[in-house]
């Protein structure tokens, strides 16, 4: 049977008419949020390595400023698509909302490969973003962070390139910058650790005990890692971790029932999170086809790859076992397969709550460069918890009331307080 294509601006689109809907929003309202207010797309000519010069395709998306500067990352994907980023930046807009940040949602990209470019070749291409979009964004506008391929180096970069082209220091400009250069420490924990503490506090509404839950996860980058880390450390077992591989170019699933070990696969992972496969097998690992990580038998499902994983066409293979999905991907699961979930009665903590930890860290990142005071670790980590928790329990408790399921909860509570900052505004 020939698979569906998910288009994630669609699906975006239709999970807010749903929402606007049920909070029964005016048509202004609906108008102005269903599409970003403002896109810029652009040229970024660069010179090769070999002396060649060759164009690559960017773009920067604001989708909502009303609730204060947006906040979203870059990505370098070959395949990016504009719909793509415009849905993300959508969905930056609710994921603030939900997690109460002063923020609005923007996204931003490059089509590249970063496998086949050297990093003078990447450094170019990061400075010549930021000389296309340079109008558009900074501190008090629209502030940028990382997301898929794209790290603190890339982030530096861009600030450099930034702060030449104002004649100013402005460490407030870009998140996700190296600790040692204005970076804050517990950035790269806290998109994996945001995930692990709304399943903790899931799983305490469900009476689970971590210590005696089994996980797979789909992904094995930077949120994945780290979620594992906090969820081994809250005495959980990984049995399967799922990764793309570069060289096969297609995906494998990593397997061992008793429990991954997190620092043996991470000395042979790549910094794409490709894991080395004849290494993993040496290991003693189970290399399996990648699509299996959802067949597992285990408690709780990670999705934390890429969007449109969880789809109609294998809700059906998720095992009778799996209690709970967390959804580290943005747009992990697909509307269609949303509506399967809830029929199955699965708890699902969506993208927008979930993997808002990063998020969180990242407008930390924003407040101590702009005051150019930084803080300590743990006091960094201990404002995620607390501000991961107060929101997973808002969002749950607004379920529980009105006996609707945590998406819509986390969908309903985002999009009723952007609507109200764009009315007190008075857009609407
Ligand atoms: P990453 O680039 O560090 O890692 C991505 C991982 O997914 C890698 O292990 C890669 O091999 C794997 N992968 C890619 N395609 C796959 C596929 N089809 N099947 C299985 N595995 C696949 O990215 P990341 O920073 O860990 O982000 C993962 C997801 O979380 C993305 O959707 C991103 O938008 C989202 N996210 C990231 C952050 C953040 O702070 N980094 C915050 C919120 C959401």
């Not at 005990?209 to 959980?236: C, W």
Request: net charge negative.
């Amino acid at each position: 049977m020939a698979q569906k294509s998910y288009n994630l601006f669609e699906n975006t689109q239709q999970q807010f008419d749903r929402i606007a809907d049920q909070l029964d929003l005016n048509q202004a309202a609906r108008q102005l949020l269903r599409t970003p207010m403002r896109e810029v797309q652009f040229s970024i000519p660069v010179r090769m390595d070999d002396g060649r010069v060759q164009i690559f395709r960017g773009s920067r998306i604001q989708h909502n400023d009303a609730r204060g500067p947006s906040k979203g990352g870059i990505r370098f994907h070959p395949l990016e698509a504009m719909e793509t980023i415009r849905a993300l930046a959508m969905l930056m807009t609710w994921k603030t909302a939900v997690v109460d940040l002063p923020l609005g949602g923007s996204m931003g990209g490059v089509a590249c490969d970063p496998h086949d470019l050297s990093p003078l070749e990447l450094e170019r291409i990061c400075r010549g973003w930021v000389r296309q979009v340079v109008k558009n964004v900074g501190p008090d506008w629209d502030v940028p962070g990382p997301d898929l391929m794209t790290d603190s180096r890339h982030m530096l970069w861009m600030l450099d390139e930034y702060e030449a082209i104002q004649g100013s220091k402005r460490p407030g400009f870009i998140t996700g910058k190296p600790v040692t250069l204005g970076g804050s420490v517990g950035r790269k924990e806290s998109g994996g650790y945001g995930l692990m503490i709304t399943a903790r506090e899931a799983l305490k509404d469900m009476h689970l005990d971590p210590a005696e839950t089994k996980a797979s996860f789909q992904g094995f980058g930077n949120v994945a890692q780290h979620a594992i880390d906090l969820y081994l450390r809250m005495g959980g077992t990984v049995s399967c971790v799922s990764c793309w591989d570069q060289a096969d170019r297609t995906t494998y699933a990593y397997l061992k029932g008793d429990g991954i070990n997190l620092e043996e696969l991470r000395k042979i992972t790549n910094p794409f999170g490709e894991i080395d496969q004849d290494r993993a097998v040496a290991f003693g690992y189970e290399r399996l086809p990648g699509d299996t990580w959802i067949e597992q038998p285990v408690d709780i499902l990670v999705p934390a790859a890429v969007e449109n994983q969880i789809t109609p066409g294998n809700v059906s293979k998720i095992h009778s076992m799996v209690k709970l999905i967390v959804e580290g991907a943005n747009g992990a699961t697909t509307p269609d397969a949303h509506s399967l979930l809830v029929e199955r009665g699965l708890n699902v903590i969506p993208d927008l709550l979930a993997n808002a930890g990063g998020f969180v860290c990242s407008y930390f990142e924003q407040v101590q460069g702009n005051m150019n005071y930084y803080w300590r670790r743990d006091e960094v980590l201990g404002k995620l918890d607390v501000h991961m928790t107060d929101a997973y329990l808002a969002v749950s408790e607004f379920a529980e009331d009105r006996k609707i399921d945590l998406r819509d909860a986390a969908y309903q509570i985002a999009v009723t307080r952007v609507t109200k900052a764009c009315q007190e505004r008075g857009w609407i």
